[in-house]
């Protein structure tokens, strides 16, 4: 494509901050990364081209062929419905400078009954922060006035800050961006644009909110062996240690620690530990939340 490259620069086309005379926008990194990438998966990215005519970049990787057994399953979609009862209501603070991302985080957590405040900057946060007392902070690490890694340094110096969980919001690619974030006192990490399930899991995670959901492709076969496998009472046996281990896992839907404590159970309740895991393998951790629940009921 286009009308090719001069001789004397496609010794150089690799090269850091490197551009050829007909300078565009950006740093000169662009192809440096593409064949450091390339290169660390075995591959390789290399170049043709004459003067007047056109380029051409080939990009070789090595690849086998998986067949359809080796291909996991894609992660049904679930939408969180509601917020079990007995809960307290949680107050959130949204901090970002730009609209579309506070509107998006606001949106997705008001119909939930969520007490919700926002601020367009990192003093609007910890002005907020110091009269309203929110449990959790969703940070962006961007922002005028006051960026985010101050404004979460000037939070967590409080003694009061220690009980807010913040969580930072970075549009960095860079994975040394995760320490930073942690050591100026955030308590997670989330790179954008941010999935509404990773918002949810961060919720349960650190607040133990324990989320309802609406199992999108939820079969009525699935439905059926669920109810028919496992009586209402089933779980009610088991001890309290181990259903209060069960219902953190199910509460972040994480299916390798789930299965894990079912694991513990398959040897003396094995029809109980095969339902459960079929509900494991369906997504249905709403409804092993529900089983655990009544098992806990005096």
């Not at 998966?41 to 690849?63: A, I, K, N, R």
């Not at 046996?237 to 994480?254: H, Y």
Request: contains cysteine.
């Amino acid at each position: 494509s286009g009308q090719g490259i001069a001789p004397e620069d496609l010794e150089t086309i690799f090269a850091s901050f490197t551009q050829t005379q007909e300078k565009k926008e950006g740093t000169g990194l662009g192809l440096t990364i593409s064949r450091q990438f390339a290169r660390l998966m075995g591959g390789d990215l290399t170049v043709e081209s004459q003067w007047g005519e056109g380029t051409t970049f080939t990009l070789e990787m090595p690849v086998e062929v998986s067949s359809r057994e080796e291909i996991p399953a894609a992660r049904p979609e679930r939408e969180v419905i509601a917020i079990a009862e007995g809960q307290p209501t949680y107050r959130i603070l949204v901090a970002d400078d730009r609209w579309t991302n506070r509107q998006f985080l606001l949106k997705l957590l008001a119909p939930l009954g969520f007490e919700l405040q926002e601020a367009t900057n990192g003093r609007e946060a910890v002005d907020i922060w110091r009269e309203w007392r929110p449990h959790l902070i969703w940070m962006d690490m961007r922002m005028p006035v006051l960026d985010g890694y101050d404004a979460t340094q000037e939070i967590k110096s409080h003694l009061n800050g220690q009980a807010t969980t913040i969580i930072a919001l970075t549009a960095s690619a860079f994975e040394e961006e995760r320490d930073i974030v942690l050591a100026k006192g955030c308590d997670d990490f989330l790179r954008k644009p941010v999935k509404k399930d990773l918002i949810f899991e961060k919720l349960a995670e650190h607040l133990g909110i324990i989320f309802l959901y609406q199992d999108t492709v939820q079969s009525a076969e699935q439905e059926q062996l669920s109810s028919s496998l496992l009586s209402a009472d089933a779980l009610t046996g088991m001890s309290s240690e181990w259903l209060q281990k069960l219902t953190q896992a199910a509460t972040i839907a994480k299916p390798i620690p789930t299965l894990s404590l079912i694991e513990e159970i398959s040897q003396q309740y094995p029809e109980i530990a095969a339902a459960l895991k079929q509900m494991v393998h369906n997504y249905q951790f709403s409804e092993i939340l529900y089983f655990v629940a009544r098992a806990k009921q005096p």
